[in-house]
């Protein structure tokens, strides 16, 4: 039998020691009572680190990618098929690890709901597939992850729009009305799930020169079927986007494309995110 949570497995003989202090506390007589808060002491510790420990565990342990999400993947997710074996076993682990180690709510009318095991999934083969060439999977400290059904308001962006990445909270918030379709069929919906990811990932770098990059504006990467500014700004409700942002998002969604069209840049790209998501290799 494998453990995935260390932190309930080290509860239960505190638990029993603190229940057996607490039997002595009303028997006539005992001592040593004093010590019932030695056991207390370290349950709320656990308590509070439970989090921290159980994800330390888990990433030595970690379980198998539930089948029917796995199944998922190889049916909808052509990317995976490009992944070499050793990558793929990764690209899994690390999907289990991510949907353990970050917060998903729903946002309803009145209230926070959970959202399905299913769709946690879904949204996070975008960040992990991101990742995969980086040793921080997690994406830093962007640790919470708000759905909503519909597109929707913000205090920062008072208006409809579908996606928002809030880096200074760590937040990351998506409409899956318009999430969803884009990540089974980004040929046809533009994949704004992929969008929030990226645009956290390039708040790391900031500082970079993006010299090829920059070069090609909206006029050179519409020639990649599939993006178009008009689109794209519906989609996402937001008009300024970062056309960084964009690049990155078609070097994964259309990386032969990409990478015919604009070499210099696509290899810049395999530099910064350390992946050639392209079946070939790009020359000069």
């Not at 318009?178 to 919906?189: A, E, H, K, R, W």
């Not at 970062?242 to 990478?259: E, T």
Request: with cysteine; proline share 6%; net charge neutral.
């Amino acid at each position: 039998m494998k453990i995935y949570s260390i932190s309930r497995l080290l509860s239960l003989p505190l638990i029993l020691a603190a229940g057996y202090f607490l039997y002595l506390l009303f028997q006539p007589g005992a001592s040593n009572t004093v010590y019932i808060f030695v056991p207390v002491v370290l349950l709320v510790t656990l308590y509070i680190f439970h989090g921290q420990l159980d994800f330390w565990w888990m990433k030595r342990h970690t379980p198998p990618l539930d089948p029917k999400i796995l199944s998922w993947i190889k049916e909808y997710l052509p990317f995976y098929h490009r992944y070499t074996e050793s990558e793929k076993r990764e690209f899994e682990k690390r999907l289990v690890l991510y949907v353990e180690a970050r917060s998903f709510q729903s946002v309803g009318s009145k209230e926070l709901r959970t959202v399905p095991f299913d769709i946690k999934n879904i949204i996070s083969s975008q960040v992990v597939r991101l990742m995969l060439g980086h040793d921080d999977f997690l994406l830093g400290d962007m640790d919470r992850i708000y759905l909503y059904k519909h597109p929707f308001p913000t205090p920062r962006k008072q208006y409809l729009h579908t996606v928002e990445t809030d880096t200074e909270d760590g937040m990351l918030i998506f409409s899956t009305e318009q999430g969803l379709p884009g990540i089974v069929n980004p040929s046809m919906y533009y994949n704004i799930i992929l969008h929030g990811y990226a645009e956290a990932f390039l708040a790391l770098y900031k500082n970079h020169k993006f010299v090829h990059i920059d070069q090609i504006g909206w006029d050179g990467l519409e020639q990649i079927q599939g993006i178009n500014a008009n689109i794209i700004q519906r989609t996402c409700g937001i008009q300024e986007l970062d056309f960084r942002v964009v690049h990155l998002v078609a070097f994964f969604d259309f990386a032969d494309q990409y990478a015919r069209l604009f070499p210099e840049a696509y290899k810049e790209w395999t530099i910064i995110t350390k992946q050639k998501p392209a079946p070939y290799e790009v020359r000069h």
